[in-house]
Nanobody
Framework: QVQLVESGGGLVQAGGSLRLSCAAS????????MGWFRQAPGKEREFVAA????????YYANSVTGRFTISRDNAKNTVYLQMNSLKPEDTAEYAC????????????????????WGQGTQVTVSS
């Protein structure tokens, strides 16, 4: 089992920045990738970013490319999501997830493919 705990959400004005953290514990040695997903009220959960745990290769949704950066600290078993130039449409609950499965680029964007999930953290961007 893997436990994931997010932190760093909050309220920020449009154009501002936030950094989310996701600390992993437990059987993390078999992690293939970690990702961030978000869900706004009345909308489906959507992919934000993912990172391959060993290589550090990253993937982003088109809507956040150039504004968000995903990174990881293997020693701390922690993944980060640096969010800059935030927009009101970024308002959502953000959750991190990890997977032990070797996934395709398309699979990394599918929340169903992830084994473990954090509890989520709210990000609210005011206009």
């Amino acid at each position: 089992q893997v436990q994931l705990v997010e932190s760093g959400g909050g309220l920020v004005q449009a154009g501002g920045s936030l950094r989310l953290s996701c600390a992993a514990s437990g059987r993390t040695f078999s992690t293939y990738a970690m990702g961030w997903f978000r869900q706004a009220p009345g909308k489906e959960r959507e992919f934000v970013a993912a990172i391959l745990w060993n290589s550090g290769i990253t993937y982003y949704a088109n809507s956040v490319t150039g504004r968000f950066t995903i990174s990881r600290d293997n020693a701390k078993n922690t993944v980060y999501l640096q969010m800059n130039s935030l927009k009101p449409e970024d308002t959502a609950e953000y959750a991190c997830a990890s997977t032990t499965r070797v996934l395709s680029v398309l699979g990394l964007r599918d929340h169903i493919k992830y084994n473990y999930w954090g509890q989520g953290t709210q990000v609210t961007v005011s206009s």
